[in-house]
Structures are given as C-alpha cells and as structure tokens.
C-alpha cells in the first residue's frame, strides 16, 4: 500500500476523533483529523493525496452534503461514512450516492482500520492510473516534444507556449538538424489552427521552374505539361500552418510574389486572373542569417521583415551539452521500440564519446548514432568521428555531472538529502553543484 496517502477525518466528537487516528496510528497508517465539513472542504483539492472518512451527523454541512461536495470536485475520491444507530437507510443511500463505505458506531479499531486499508488500497490505484494517463499526456505536451532541461530548451519551451496560438508570423533560425521542423510544428499543434492542414515546402529542394506552379498553384494548361489544375501549398494550408523551409532558397522573383499574398492575403493561380482568399500563418526556417542576406541584397528586406514577427533560435547541440544523455536516451527508447528489441545499456566509451563529440549534425545526427546503437552497431562509426572534437575533458566531466545529479534530483522528487544518499555525496557538497548548475529541486 502506497505510505504517502493519508486519512483525513471528519469528527466532532473529539474522543471518537482520538480513537480513530489512533486505532490508525497503532497501524502506521497517517491521519489527520478536523471537526467540521468546512475544514474538510478546505483542505481536499483535486488528486487529494489520501480518503476521506466522515460522520454524517456533524455542525453545519453535514456528512452527506460533505460527500455529494467531495465526490463533485473528483469522483475517484472514497469516502467512508461514520452512521449513527437508526441511520441505516440513509447510509445504503449514500452508497447509492458514491460512498465507498459505512461504519455504524460503535465500531471497532480493526473495523475502521479494515474499511481505511481498503479504501486507501483504491485510491493509490486510481492514482497510479491518473498518473499514468498524465504521463501520456505530457508525452505529447511540449516538454515530450521539445526535450532537453537546459535553460535554452526551457526558454524555447515558454516562447512556443506564449506565441503558438496567436497569428504572428515566426522565423526559426538554426543550424541544419537542430530540429526546425519539430519546433514548427508544435506551434501548430498547440494552436486553434491544429484541426487544419500543416504544409511544409522545403525550398531548398525544389528547381526554380517548379517552384511557382508548387507554391502558387496552377489552372489546367497554363503551360507546356500542365494537364490538370494544380493546388498550391498556400492555398492548401488555407486555415492552417505554412511552412517554408530553407526560406533563404526562395528565388527573389518568386520572394515578391509570396509578400504580395501575404499582405493582401490573396493569391492567383499561374494561368488565371482570379483571386482566392487565403488566410495561413508563415512558419519560415533558415540556417542562414537572413538579415546580413537582406542588407547583402540577396533575400528581400521587406519579405524579411515580415516573417520575422517573432524570431526563435534552436542553439546547436554542442552549446547545449548537458541535453545529450536525454536525448540520446529517448531516442534510443523509441528506437528499440521501434525494431522491437530491448534497449542496450550505455556503456563508459560510448557515453564519453556522446559527450564530448562535437555534433556537427546536431539532433538529427544524435538520433542516427541512437539508432546504430539499438541496433547492436558501433554507435560512431570509425572515421576519425569517433575522435572528441572540440571540448575540454573538464567540460565533459562537468555536462556528465550535472546529468548524474539532475537524475539524482528528479528521482528523489527534488529530495537533496536522499539525492546525496543516493550519491554517496555530502549533503552541502550536493547543495553548492546544485547552485553551480542552476538545476531546479
């Protein structure tokens, strides 16, 4: 049985209020008593970490007002009635009503203790399934998307969190594999515009007499090849999300194009002189800097200025060194996963290699070496890439520390004296790396 839940009992009769956490004390399960539903009401809020058990008959609200209010603000909640002689009938009413019990007084210590090991026996399941479903949840909130504990992955996290569900047009800037998309579409999916289509064009990869027909769309036999009308990606992210990726590609010629759509939010087809309304937000991605382009005269400075609304910068993975280990743990999960094997455990060569390799290809690159790794082959391959480029032995040995103790943390709950048990470190020594690494507990 789960220790942390507790009893909370609701009892104006203080000797029979005694009896109980004591009968319960005698048993080491913790309790807590008041004398009045109103208390009770104040101190249980939702996922109460215990039960509720209560006499009907009390001053003010009484116990079947008390339980109708509980079982309102969480329907999981057990609660067990304390009846009095004659109250039978409106006890199996209560029953009806969702209590979880009732004990006619007088009852005895093992009665009461019976009827709280049970109803505590409940609740810690239920909780262990709320839990559960919260952590399917947040697997698919921004924190199971976004991964990384550094403080820039927590800021880019907020910026998401505040600018995904306004219309503002946002530039991302990173270098290649730093996972531009990904971020791209959480600022869809966690917008109103989520039911609708999310369109992605990368136009690096795109030849320039394609590129128009592509993005703009085009009418049957507006030129040479065009048998049947063609759908745009702009029109078809109509309502939704527009993604250009590798925007700094977009061939000047076709960046006029795209501004006037954007300011007059219509857009002609090749071929045709009729206009169609379109309303998507522009999600832009680069890995160059389009302002110096834009001063440079090579991307257009008015096209620039209106992508850039809001500017996010994904750092590349050597600046955030101390997200390596989970990310690479995440990814190898999802790899095992995904060929059906069991995940390998990290062994010291490839851990320390993880950490002081330079990652020139950033996530994507990290994602790759997982991969190998689930797959039983060696996680660098031998050319010269296995070699630590670019980071001191003392940097590797601090990003290495403070993931040892920010897991520490995490799995005592932020308990630094179980977290320096754990460790086999002093308690004070703990507190100043704590302060070093800024890691929250």
């Known amino acids: 049985m789960n220790h942390e839940l507790s009893v909370l009992i609701v009892e104006d009769d203080p000797h029979v209020l005694l009896g109980c956490q004591q009968a319960l004390a005698l048993e080491d399960i913790r309790s807590e008593g008041v004398s009045s539903a109103e208390q009770a009401l104040a101190l249980v809020g939702d996922n109460f970490p215990g039960i509720v058990i209560s006499d009907i008959r009390l001053p003010g609200i009484d116990g079947l007002e008390l339980l109708k209010r509980l079982k309102a603000r969480d329907a999981s909640l057990p609660v067990v009635l304390i009846t009095g002689h004659g109250d039978i009938s409106m006890a199996v009413g209560a029953m009806r009503d969702g209590a979880y019990d009732f004990m006619e007084k007088p009852f005895s210590p093992e009665r009461l203790v019976d009827a709280a090991r049970r109803a505590l026996e409940q609740r810690s399941l239920a909780r262990e399934v709320w839990s559960l479903r919260r952590q399917l949840a947040e697997r698919d909130s921004l924190e199971g998307r976004i991964i990384g504990r550094s403080p820039a992955m927590q800021h880019l996290r907020e910026l998401i969190a505040n600018v995904a569900d306004t219309s503002a047009n946002v530039l991302i800037e990173g270098e290649t594999g730093t996972g531009k998309e990904l971020v791209a579409r959480c600022l869809h999916d966690f917008s109103r515009r989520q039911p609708q289509q999310f369109v992605a064009l990368n136009c690096g990869g795109l030849p320039e007499n394609l590129f128009e027909s592509e993005i703009f769309g085009h009418e049957a036999n507006a030129f040479t090849g065009a048998g049947k009308r063609r759908i745009g990606k702009i029109e078809h992210a109509d309502g939704g999300t527009l993604f250009l990726d590798e925007v700094e590609s977009m061939p000047l010629n076709l960046q006029i194009k795209l501004l006037r759509v954007l300011q007059e939010r219509t857009l002609e087809r090749l071929g045709s002189n009729h206009s169609i309304d379109v309303d998507c937000r522009v999600i832009a991605a680069t890995k160059s800097d389009l302002d110096h382009l834009s001063k440079a005269n090579q991307f257009r400075s008015d096209l620039y200025y209106r992508l850039n609304v809001v500017t996010l910068e994904l750092p590349p993975l050597r600046e955030r060194r101390e997200d390596i280990l989970q990310l690479f743990e995440h990814f190898l999960q999802q790899s095992s996963l995904r060929f059906d094997r069991t995940a390998p455990e990290l062994d010291n060569q490839t851990l320390s290699t993880l950490m002081s390799h330079d990652w020139p290809g950033n996530v994507r690159e990290l994602r ?74």
């Open 368 to 441: 790759n070496v997982a991969e190998r790794f689930a797959l039983g082959l060696p996680a660098f391959k031998k050319s010269g890439n296995n070699v630590a480029q670019g980071l001191g032995f003392s940097e590797a040995v601090e990003a290495f520390e403070r993931n040892l103790l920010n897991d520490a943390l995490q799995r005592s709950g932020g308990n630094l004296t179980q977290a320096s048990q754990e460790l086999g470190m002093a308690k004070t020594t703990l507190f100043d790396k704590v302060k070093k690494y800024g890691l929250a507990h």
